[in-house]
């Protein structure tokens, strides 16, 4: 155990595909747990999803499965069921993201579950939640994004809506899911039973986007006053900038060293609601005057100034600022068969530099071989339930 490694002695059986789920048990193993994905021979969903290298991985099924064991296990049939059965016997945790008849079908509802183990504590990913009229629908971060009101909300200067392509759902339903089982996990300890938790793409993004909701139903309006105007991305004449006046106090400043002193002295573009009420006065002499400035003019103005802000990067600038290199918040890992990626070091968890084993997502059913003999099984036994179709030990013999 320890502070690098709290969840050492904490075993997690994960049965989830894409990334809300797999992201969760991945977070789980940089916490030192043994995690052990459990996908059909085919893989699970991450492993189809993008460019797929000469690894045999795509980008998603590395970052979504880092730090686990794989075992390539048949849940239709009979002897895959008896592997998963038994691999649950003395599990922590149990994470699965099928829909709600899916797993019962397979004999791995909760029910099922707490039968092999009481102690259990499971935890079910959905799209769309485990009951409501879009229980059995599939649902994907981009679907929750446009379900939710984000890409209606998400407008862009031209009034077209648009989808985040950053997996923002995903993201935020693993991290919601990781404090659900943490929390779960330290109330097990005084109690003699596990516990059933349930969390959606549905759910995440309503605790997500909160404020927005709650904000735009308030104003009964398509488009709720803003908490700062004006504050934007304004054009320079050699790149954009992310700024604007949080505090009423900044206005003034901000306008006259933007050359514009007669709407600093404007009592009318004193408040944000007045700056939002008059904004045709505003908005263009400002992007007017930003345009001739270039960045690191506008940037040093601004500096002065102490007003929040940011030049517009791209990822290759972020990551290789040295603002990030001093933070180490990515650690360059030269992945065999995919080239030199940059892992991200998740705040609160062991350093990827340290620790070789949480750099390195496995092959479809690399640990086959290994995880049944951990757990009793024969080499007699595996080579019957290989021979059944019940598991996959290719990649297994191959490792």
Known sequence: MGYSAPYKDIKVIDLTHALAGPYAASLLARYGANVIKVEPGRGD???????????????????????????????????????????????????????????????????????INPRIIYLSVSGFGQKGPFAERPGTDGVLQAFSGFISDNKGTNGVPHRSQVFLMDMAAGLYNLQALQAALWARQSETVGCYLNNSLLETAAALQNLNIASRILEMSERAEPLAFPYAIFQTRDGNVSTGVLFDREFKPFMEMLNLPEL???????????????????????RDAVAKLTTDEFCAGLIKLRMLHERINTYLDFAHHEQTRQMNALCWHDYPGIGNIPLANVPGTARLEENSHLRKAPMVGEHTGEVLSEHGYSPEEISALTAQGAIDMRESAAA
């Open 264 to 286: 600093g002295g404007d009592q009318r573009l004193s408040t944000t609601k007045g700056r939002f009420e008059h904004r045709q006065l505003i908005e263009g002499p400002i």
């Open 45 to 115: 969903l991450s492993r189809t999803i993008g460019k797929t290298y000469p690894s045999g991985h795509t980008l998603l099924s590395v970052l979504a499965n880092l730090g686990k064991r794989s075992i390539s296990v048949e849940l239709k049939t009979d002897g895959g069921r008896e592997v998963l059965r038994r691999l649950l016997k003395d599990a922590d945790i149990f994470i699965e993201s099928f829909r709600p008849s899916v797993i019962k079908r397979l004999g791995f509802d909760y029910e099922a579950v707490r039968q």
